[in-house]
């Protein structure tokens, strides 16, 4: 029987399953840490949630803890987006498949939970993996799931009900697992399936994430069927030196334009995007590259690092992301998980953890060297009362307030612009972790060319405030463009925040002499694009002046080079519906 007749075989004659979500062993995944001794306090579901740092349009559920975003999609004119999360409390730990759906990618509906352990193949775990829609409109989603064994597996679901716009239930055939871990394959370390993809040999090909000792590897799977599947006699690709890849992502760019394209593109005309998430140092890299479809491997281009240091989708807190195509738009959507920064205790205590990052448009840099992001278009639905600023001077240690805007939830748009580098300061060859640069030389320490920015949730008298500033070196051949969103001053909280300085170097061309910045504040989220896209910054932070009516926006100047507010243009942002 073929996959699309067993499809309605099960669909005629398949009994849904009572939900029942495993309370034994908890397996840590990824990112997340098991807290054991905080179970016993994990809130009631009638108990009330503090609104404090809670976020007003980022993605998050009514409570509770959430971490990946897995498997979006569109279908039949509705977003899907399923994620893991813990309905139990707001620590990782009892993890299903929660499952939103939106017309419009800010307004969302919670849905009941698509997938949760209740088979052999999956009971110790349901965790991350991807979905795909096969001809004939036929949504089909790949997950691991954590077996009997505690070996990692990887398994299907597809819709009960495929007449239901909103895909409320889910099925999980018998005939799971469809991936098992071979003699060469770590059964620990072999996770989240990709979005398939279809090539002119009529092969399925999905990608699943793993390492082998201190190597992390992208092993590939092909199948006609889309049940059995057959691994590949070597990796789409793999690096020395990098570890566990999790929730690794394939997909297309076209080398000209800004439209997404379906996984199954292929040819001349664009290049490949690898993303990995790397268990070991708590962030992803991605790298721009050549997709041999014939042989089934995957060579990074020589413009950037295939490695920890190179590019990143964002430079800050940011996580287990996954794109998607959109068809109605011709878009590739990128949704990534930010997490909190502060402790287990007190995420307890307010009774939720994690959101995610504003979904983002991604596509090709005319340089062909790396990817643009902006957040979705959608989002400027929710702008309401606008500020402008224009021809604004800043001199010497000046900073000026952006009033008339609720400043602890809004959308800011500034272009600075600077008469001369003839004052930027000397780079260092050495400083490589832009990161440190940042730590070293923050918002106040006085420099050349900036540091200038914005100063984010701050309070009146700047007790507490995070700054995202721009600060501009001379190299020897060039000029080198740091982009800051430096948490370190956001709360004047002391013990049990992450508080980094995170920074990227921004690659723009200076000629114009002008620097574009877009940042969205949402109470515990600065979430900032960098030079038109070409790097983000996500900072979670949880001041405790700054907040509600009584944070504020200014625009600074610490540098000697006075800079100019060319055009700023702010927005009120109103609250959208999530869940």
Known sequence: MNFFSKILSLLLGFALFSPFINNGVVFVHALPKFYPELQSLNRADDAVIKPLHRTRFHFQPRRHWINDPNGPMYFNGIYHLFYQYNPKGAIWGNIVWAH??????????ALKHAIYPSKPFDINGCWSGSATVLPGNKPVILYTGIDPQNRQVQNYAIPANLSD?????????????????????????????????????????????????KRGVAYLYRSRDFVKWTKAKHPLHSAPNTGMWECPDFFPVPLSGNQGLDVSVTGNLVKHVLKVSLDVTRYEYYTVGKYYHERDRYVPDNTSV???????????????????????????????????????????????????????????DPNRKQLLQWPVEELNRLRGKQVKLSHQKLYKEQHVEVKGITAAQADVEVTFSFSSLDKAEPFDPSWV???????KLGSKVQGGVGPFGLLTLASENLEEFTPVFFRIFKAHHNHVVLLC?????????????????????????????????????????????????????????????????????????????AITVD????????????N
């Not at 939103?100 to 509906?109: A, E, I, P, T």
């Not at 502060?342 to 307010?350: Q, R």
């Not at 927005?571 to 519906?577: G, H, K, L, N, P």
């Open 100 to 109: 939103s759906v939106s017309r419009d990618l800010v307004n969302w509906k």
């Open 165 to 213: 716009p909103y895909l409320t239930d889910w099925i999980k055939p018998d005939d799971n697992p469809i991936v098992d871990p071979d003699s060469g394959v770590n059964a620990s370390a072999f996770r989240d399936p990709t979005t398939a993809w279809l090539s002119d040999s009529g092969h399925w090909k999905t990608i699943i994430g793993s390492k082998r000792r």
């Open 306 to 364: 295939d490695g920890w240091n190179g590019l990143r989708y964002d430079y800050g807190n940011f996580y287990a992301s996954k794109t998607f195509y959109d068809p109605a738009k011709k878009r590739r959507v990128l949704w990534g998980w930010a997490n909190e920064s502060d402790s287990a205790v007190d995420d307890v205590s307010k009774g939720w953890a994690g959101i995610q990052a504003i979904p983002r448009t991604v596509w090709l």
């Open 433 to 439: 972790d832009a990161q440190a640069v940042c730590g």
């Open 485 to 561: 969103s430096d948490a370190s001053s956001s709360s004047l909280k002391k013990e049990g925040l992450y508080k980094p300085s995170f920074a990227g170097f921004v690659d723009i061309d200076l000629s114009s002499k002008k620097l574009p910045l877009r940042t969205l504040i949402d109470h515990s989220v600065v979430e900032s694009f960098g030079g038109g896209g070409k790097i983000c910054i996500t900072s979670r932070v949880y001041p405790t002046k700054a907040v509600f009516g009584d944070a504020h926006l200014y625009v600074f100047n610490n540098g000697t080079e």
């Open 567 to 578: 055009y700023l243009s702010a927005w009120s942002m109103t609250s959208a519906t999530v």
